[in-house]
T-cell receptor
Framework: DTEVTQTPKHLVMGMTNKKSLKCEQH?????MYWYKQKAKKPPELMFV???????INESVPSRFSPECPNSSLLNLHLHALQPEDSALYLC???????????FGPGTRLTVL | AQKITQTQPGMFVQEKEAVTLDCTYD???????LFWYKQPSSGEMIFLIY??????QNATEGRYSLNFQKARKSANLVISASQLGDSAMYFC???????????????FGSGTQLTVLP
């Protein structure tokens, strides 16, 4: 299994909603990543998990809350988002010592 | 300063011709990796090719090759025999600190939108 899956593919939510994005990989990777990508822009790193522990938080607002319940799963909990948070959210995973990051198909989030 | 620079916002190429997408980078690390990803309009980031800073030979993967010029700090992607399905956004990316053994982020360039014309 050489893929990263993300659910849902699309999500529309109001500013008062609470929702979660889910990412899963079964490649034995111990590093997992969340990126945010606005249209026509490169992905921007949000969080990095190594061995299920948060190792990098790129000063992301607290309305985004990551969680890594086990080595295969990565969640991003969303609460009280703003319309400017509308974007494509990409999950990726990699080995710690190898370099290539495998990306999932992304979740297109729209905040109304 | 930008760590990854892609100076071509958009490129056009005729089907079956070769095209070169430019990428220059800036790092003081001795051990780093350079990547190219393709992103179709569907959104998924597809890994194409990787070049390590200590690799002496240019990387090749099928129709993709990476023209690595370390002294000039450039890592251009060459796509041979372009196909209509190659139309997409292409990102150059760098991972610094390869020898650290820890998870490190990828730093992306601004991307080049490639359109293959029939």
């Amino acid at each position: 299994d050489t893929e990263v899956t993300q659910t849902p593919k699309h999500l529309v939510m109001g500013m008062t909603n609470k929702k979660s994005l889910k990412c899963e990989q079964h490649m034995g990777h111990r590093a997992m990543y969340w990126y945010k990508q606005k249209a026509k822009k490169p992905p921007e790193l949000m969080f990095v998990y190594s061995y299920e522990k948060l190792s990098i938080n790129e000063s992301v607002p607290s309305r985004f809350s990551p969680e890594c319940p086990n080595s295969s799963l990565l969640n991003l909990h969303l609460h009280a988002l703003q319309p400017e948070d509308s974007a494509l959210y990409l999950c990726a995973s990699s080995h710690l010592t190898k370099n290539e990051q495998f990306f999932g198909p992304g979740t297109r989030l729209t905040v109304l | 300063a930008q760590k990854i620079t892609q100076t071509q916002p958009g490129m056009f190429v005729q089907e079956k011709e070769a095209v070169t997408l430019d990428c220059t980078y800036d790092t003081s690390d001795q051990s780093y990796g350079l990547f190219w990803y393709k992103q179709p309009s569907s959104g998924e980031m597809i890994f194409l090719i990787y070049q390590g800073s200590y690799d002496e030979q240019n990387a090749t993967e099928g129709r993709y090759s990476l023209n690595f010029q370390k002294a000039r700090k450039s890592a251009n992607l060459v796509i041979s025999a372009s196909q209509l399905g190659d139309s997409a956004m292409y990102f150059c990316a760098m991972r610094e600190g390869l020898s650290s053994g820890s998870a490190r982020q990828l730093t992306f360039g601004s991307g080049t939108q490639l359109t293959v014309l029939p």
